[in-house]
Every structure is written in C-alpha cells, then in structure tokens.
C-alpha cells in the first residue's frame, strides 16, 4: 500500500466560518438570504436565488435523504487511502430541493438506496474541527 497522507482538514474563510463556527458546537447551520429565504450551500456573497447580500446562518434539521452516492475504490485520494471502500453520500437536506451537503460512510454502500432518509452525527477530526456527517437510517 502507498504512504498515508494526512486527511485533509477544512480551510475556513470569512464565507465559510460560520458554518463551521457551528459544527465546532454540533450545530448545522446553513447561510440562508434574509430577502427570500432560499438556503445558500456551501456559502456565498450574494443570494443564488435573488442576488440580495443579505445573508445570515440559521439553524437546519439535519434529516435528510440520499440524493446520490458513489462508491470509492480507489486508493488515489489523499488521507481516504486506507478507507476503501468507502461510499460518499450526496445528502438533500428536508428544508429545501437541491440544498446538498456531502457526507462519507464506510464500507461499498451495500443497503444504501437513493430517497434513503438519512440522519446527522459528528465527527471529531484533527485541529478541532468537527465535520457534519450522515448516515442511511432505516
Ligand atoms: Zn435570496
């Protein structure tokens, strides 16, 4: 087996900090415009939606559904190299179509369905970052 990498770690910006302002305390927070309520993710400077800058992080409920997944077999993904095989989710949070987060679970997504709820835990990783996950739940 090739020489492990370290597993990447979330760079934050001044976009992105809030969101993992509140990971860090396991809440999920998603920036939300304030003009039309649409849910921007990941964040961005002006509504997708309307364009406002009047943006601001509000809480979501974590439950969702997998919108779409991928098996991973390939050793080439630097810090995954000794996780294959592995299953990335594409989850669809309830509050809005299209408002995906991305998520992994182990092993080659044997059980795993598309529409499949999902529900939300925490994962502790390096530099104190905690990173939103989910899993298929039943
Ligand atoms: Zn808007």
Redesign the pocket.
Known sequence: MADLSPRPVPAPDELTQPFWDATAAHRLEIQR?T??G?YNHPPKRL?D??T?PDLGFVPVSGRGQVYSYTVMRQTSIAGFEDKVPYTTLLVELEEQPQLLLVSTVPGDGAGIAIGQSTELWWEPIEEGFVLPQFRPIA
Do not use: I
Request: aromatic share 12%.
């Open positions: 415009c003009a039309c649409y509504c939606q309307c406002s």
